[in-house]
């Protein structure tokens, strides 16, 4: 008798549940998919989705550290993971700024918090600022808020660290915002930059987002339509 016929048999003699193996996750989409499946973003299908907005050809290093990092995001659709590419492009120029232009050179004075002799202006593709992220994000990544805190200058020059840095900030302020789940771009616009972007309709800014996220959507082959929702 094979095995799953006699764990079925006894399972129902003791009116216990039958739980299968393998059972199917359910996307965000409402279709069959298995997470490390819909996540399979190649090299070529990341290309394009950063040069189809007009932004220079990714590095390979850019592109091995995206897909390392992806485990750290919270992330289980290729839809959300669209939604994050699209606010990462957005935020670093087309993955182009590690640092936060405005204060690269000057370390903008009396903007940000320094200690230990650093200061924490933006940096990472996400442009992480404040210490208290560095700490909490660092604390989260590799178990130890020094890391970060002692050496923020490697969020900047370190690819792994720019994306995991970005993906723990998705996971952290914007993968359980209201509306993500749903697929409602605008709901992690809101959630990254709200208060400026999201106060009245058609701010130009969350509407560049948004188109980066059309393009990316289309280049992913996410079934159904992309959703503005959420932002205003």
């Known amino acids: 008798m094979a095995k799953e016929l006699l764990v079925c048999l006894v399972a129902v003699s003791l009116q216990l549940p039958i739980i299968f ?5 359910r996307s965000g989409s409402g279709t069959s998919s298995s997470p490390s499946d819909d996540l399979n973003i190649s090299r070529d299908i990341f290309n394009s989705a950063v040069t189809s907005n007009n932004y220079p050809r990714p590095q390979d290093a850019q592109y091995t550290a995206f897909i390392a990092g992806i485990p750290k995001s919270g992330i289980t659709t290729k839809r959300e993971l669209a939604m994050f590419l699209a606010q990462i492009l957005h935020e670093s120029g087309g993955l182009t700024a590690l640092s936060e232009l405005a204060c690269a050179n000057n370390g903008c004075p009396g903007s940000y918090d320094w200690l230990n002799g650093h200061q924490f202006f933006g940096r990472g593709y996400v442009q992480l600022t404040w210490s208290y992220n560095y700490r909490a994000a660092s604390l989260d990544l590799y178990g130890d808020a020094n890391v970060l805190l002692n050496d923020p200058e490697s969020v900047a020059t370190d690819q792994n660290k720019a994306w995991n840095v970005s993906f723990w900030y998705w ?16 709901s992690s616009t809101k959630a990254i930059n709200g208060n400026l972007e999201c106060s009245t309709p058609g701010n130009p800014a969350a509407l560049a987002r948004y188109a980066i996220y059309q393009r990316i959507f289309t280049i992913f082959g996410i079934s159904g339509s992309p959703n503005p929702a959420g932002c205003a």
């Open 21 to 25: 193996a393998n059972p199917v996750t």
């Open 171 to 186: 996971k952290a302020n914007v993968h359980n915002a209201l509306g993500v789940q749903d697929g409602q771009f605008g």
